[in-house]
């Protein structure tokens, strides 16, 4: 393979990286929004109900702070803006829902931990890989050159 053929490779593969970390920051992203929205819609104070009857220390507190994560930290996801600090929290946070909310079975349908696993990899994964070149935070690692 050519020098030119081996570049014009390696800039489709990275094109196709970049793509796909766009496609999960977003969906993943707009499905953290859409939770956080409704435990602030549905009122926080059923939210924070609902965290203390499943034993969530300083329920309260744990409520307002994980639906406002949820929120912002979606829309920063889509975004890729300040990735390695929101991705992490979101991923724990997802890993204390699995084990306040959904310990007792494994698959959704039975309410278990299936899907908040599966949320709680793609932010770890974010947080380890990065958000890829079409970011904000790639933009201003450009901006800072």
């Known amino acids: 393979m050519s020098t030119i053929a081996r570049t014009l490779d390696h800039r489709r593969h990275a094109t196709a990286q970049d793509l796909g970390l766009l496609i999960g920051r977003a969906v993943v992203g707009v499905t953290f929004v859409v939770h956080g929205w409704q435990k602030w819609s549905g009122g926080i104070g059923g939210t924070q109900d609902g965290f203390a009857a499943m034993g969530v220390p300083l329920a309260d507190v744990a409520a307002v702070a994980l639906a406002t994560l949820e929120v912002v930290g979606g ?12 991705a992490p929290l979101l991923g724990l946070g997802m890993l204390g829902a699995a084990w306040y909310a ?4 494994f698959l959704v349908s039975d309410g278990g931990s ?3 696993l599966v949320l709680a990899a793609v932010a770890f994964l ?6 890829g070149r079409w970011s904000v ?4 690692a450009r901006g800072r050159r």
């Open 126 to 131: 974010l947080a380890l890989v990065g958000p």
């Open 75 to 86: 829309a920063l996801l889509v975004l890729g803006a300040l990735t390695t600090v929101v």
């Open 114 to 116: 299936e899907f908040v």
């Open 137 to 140: 935070d790639a933009l201003a």
């Open 102 to 105: 959904h310990r007792d079975a």
